[in-house]
């Protein structure tokens, strides 16, 4: 067992993400991507609520080299809101649970989607990109929110790059 697991599994169990060490960042995003993936993705055939009470979605952030699929890869299929974005969603089309976001570009971190953890899951950190909220919805007094980014946030993914490198 590596230290401090977590293991994304879709909704009926053929697939299964794992990750392991320290999250980078655990967070409800609010942007205007997530909260559009949120509405399209919950409304396929038989698919989990994507979004809270206040559009947030929650995402635990793993560095990329700490993230594997260990089953069912072949059932993970890219869901991209537009043809040209760089961001795809990963969904199990077993069950159409959403398990991750994938970047194409050298962003080196995965967001696995925090309703499919289990394991060693970290507490959620902040609310963030709350500027894109729709009017008249409440946040929810929970963890601190911010309208972009938190430095914490900035910080953890600048170190977690380094680290990266000198783990090579
Ligand atoms: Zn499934
Ligand atoms: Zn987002």
Not at 26 to 42: F, N, W
Not at 66 to 85: C, F, I, N, W, Y
Not at 92 to 112: Q, S, Y
Not at 119 to 127: H, K, L, M, S, T
Request: overall charge positive.
């Amino acid at each position: 067992m590596k230290d401090k697991q977590v293991m994304a599994r879709c909704s009926c169990g053929q697939v299964e993400i794992e990750a392991w060490g320290k999250p980078i960042a655990s967070v409800i995003c609010h942007c205007d991507d997530c909260q559009a993936a949120g509405r399209a993705l919950g409304a396929l055939p038989d698919a989990p609520p994507l979004l809270d009470t206040a559009g947030g979605t929650g995402n635990v952030l793993y560095r990329k080299d700490r993230v594997q699929v260990s089953k069912g890869g072949h059932l993970l299929e890219a869901h991209k809101l537009t043809p040209d974005t760089k961001t795809s969603r990963m969904v199990a089309t077993c069950c159409n649970a959403p398990m991750a976001i994938t970047f194409d570009d050298a962003r080196h971190w995965v967001p696995l989607y925090r309703d499919r953890l289990e394991g060693a899951v970290p507490p959620v950190q902040w609310r963030i990109c709350t500027k894109f909220r729709p009017p008249g919805v409440e946040l929810p007094d929970d963890v601190p929110a911010y309208a972009m980014y938190p430095f914490g946030m900035m910080a953890g993914l600048a170190l977690s790059a380094v680290a990266m490198l000198v783990a090579r």
